[in-house]
């Protein structure tokens, strides 16, 4: 396997390099981001290189890329970058952990990151640059197109079928059979049962604080008592 250069410098790139230090067969040699966020000569214990130089410094001949960023602008920054990364001659690495479980039949693209204790049935497919999070669940028959974005304990229910550029909040939940569009929004806790339209937005509301405070609430309930 050719040795890999990760694009970014960021929480998420952070993330993204302990995984591949601690958990994959891949050397990380180096990072990049565009030149004028270039944060210094090293980062991490990794030398940084704008990206307008990588090409001459660390060529695609004998490198591969990582795209390690987050969900900006519904994840089309990270598009992005990974087509620029793709006209230079990279190929774009993904990144299952060993702990992952994917079924033998599941299908990724390139640049796609799927973390550890993630709950994937058979006949799943997953386009490229699709994060997976830990604890998400993807049911049996469904299709996550990509530049889609699922965070811990994301629960995608059987035969649905995701659009692009897709964020799904922590604990939200997908019922069956049901179409998401393309770049829709779904927040934390969120339930949708049925098809949505492109760019909708499902937020829900979030809980309100109870009129007493912890001591007196703990004081009536008696839940030091348990």
Known sequence: MKPVILFGTGKIAEVILYFLRHHSQRQVVACCVDREYVPGPHWQDLPVVAFEEISSRYPAETHDMFIALGYQGMNALRAEKCAQARQLGYTLASYVHPDAGLPLDCRYGDNCFIMNQVHVHPCVTLGDNVFVWSGALIGHH???????????????SGNVKVGENCFFGINSTIGNSVQIGASCFIGANTLVTKCTQDEQVFLQESS????LNSR??????????L
């Open 216 to 225: 007196q609430f703990l004081r009536m309930s008696r839940f030091d008592d």
């Open 142 to 156: 469904s299709s996550i197109a990509n530049n889609c974005w699922l965070t811990s304990a994301t629960n995608i």
């Open 208 to 211: 309100k604080a109870f009129r």
